[in-house]
C-alpha cells in the first residue's frame, strides 16, 4: 500500500497522474512506454518506483519531472504551480550519470543551476558550499569532476539538487552503476535532503536493498503502473 505521511492527509498533492499515456511514433512503429498511469505523491512521502528494463519508469519520471508531456490524460503540480514553475528550484532531478561539467569544479557545478536561475555569483557559491557541507561533501568543493569516483560524483549531484531546495525530488536509477556500498551512501544523501528540506523524494530502482528503504513501491510492468497489491496508485 502506499504509505501517505499521517499528518500530511489532505495538504495539496507534489504531483498527481490521471490516466496518463505516452506513445512514441505513430501508426505501425508506435511504442506505447506508458499507459493508463494514474497516481499522487504526497509532501514528505518516499517512493520507489521499480520494474525491469523498458518497462516505462524512466519516461514515467521525465513526465512527472515536467520534463515530457503526456500523449494522454494530464499530470498536475497542485502544491508546485503549473509546468514552468517547476525550474529553477521546486522540482530537483537526479540522473543516472551524475552530468557534471568537467571544466567546473564541484562547488562550481552545484552553484550553476543557481547561476541561470539569476543568482549573484557569491550567492550561489555559498548555497552550493552549504549543501556540500551538509552531506559531507565539503572536502571536495575545488575538486575537477575527473578527480572524483563515481559515488563522490552521484552525491555531487545529490547537494547540487540539495542547493535548490526543491520541494520534489526524482531520481532516476541514481545507483543503477553503483556498487551497494556506495548505493546505499548515494541514497544516504537523498534521505538526508528530503529530510533537511522537507522534500518528497521518488527513486527509480532495481536495487531490491534501495526499494526497501523507501515508504512506499510503485511497480511498472509493460508500461502499466501498478502498487504490489494491484490496484491503482491512486484510488
Given at each position: ?8 492527509l489532505?495538504?495539496?498533492a507534489?504531483v ?9 511514433g505513430?501508426?505501425a ?53 503549473d ?6 528550484g521546486?522540482v ?10 568537467p571544466?567546473l569544479?564541484v ?9 541561470l536561475?539569476?543568482n ?6 555559498g ?12 572536502w ?5 569532476p ?30 543503477g ?10 541514497l ?7 529530510e533537511?528540506?522537507?522534500?518528497g ?6 536495487d ?8 512506499s ?5 509493460d508500461g ?12
Amino acid at each position: 500500500m502506499t504509505v501517505v505521511p499521517p499528518n500530511l492527509l489532505g495538504a495539496p498533492a507534489l504531483v498527481e497522474c490521471h490516466d496518463v499515456a505516452r506513445t512514441f511514433g505513430s501508426g505501425a512503429r508506435a511504442v506505447v512506454a506508458v499507459h493508463a498511469a494514474t497516481c499522487r505523491m504526497e509532501p514528505r512521502q518516499t517512493v520507489a518506483l521499480v520494474g525491469p528494463s523498458g518497462s516505462g519508469k524512466s519516461t514515467l519520471l521525465n513526465l512527472l519531472a515536467g520534463l515530457d508531456e503526456p500523449s494522454k490524460g494530464s499530470v498536475t503540480w497542485p502544491a508546485i504551480g503549473d509546468r514552468a514553475s517547476l525550474r529553477p528550484g521546486p522540482v530537483g532531478v537526479v540522473f543516472q550519470t551524475p552530468s557534471l561539467l568537467p571544466p567546473l569544479n564541484v562547488v562550481e557545478n552545484v552553484a550553476l543551476p543557481l547561476l541561470l536561475a539569476g543568482n549573484s555569483r557569491a550567492h550561489a557559491t555559498g548555497l552550493a558550499q552549504r549543501s556540500l557541507d551538509q552531506l559531507g561533501l565539503g572536502w571536495l568543493a575545488d575538486k575537477l569532476p575527473e578527480e572524483l569516483s563515481g559515488g563522490q560524483a552521484q552525491r555531487v549531484a545529490v547537494a547540487r539538487v540539495l542547493a535548490g531546495t526543491p520541494q520534489l525530488i526524482l531520481a532516476d536509477e541514481p545507483t543503477g552503476q553503483l556498487d551497494h556500498v556506495t548505493a546505499a551512501e548515494v541514497l544516504d544523501a537523498l534521505l538526508t535532503v528530503s529530510e533537511l528540506i522537507g522534500a518528497g523524494l521518488l527513486v527509480s530502482t532495481h536495487d531490491e536493498q534501495i526499494a526497501a528503504r523507501l515508504d512506499s513501491r510503485w511497480q511498472m510492468t509493460d508500461g502499466g503502473l501498478r502498487t504490489e497489491s494491484g490496484a491503482p496508485c491512486l484510488g
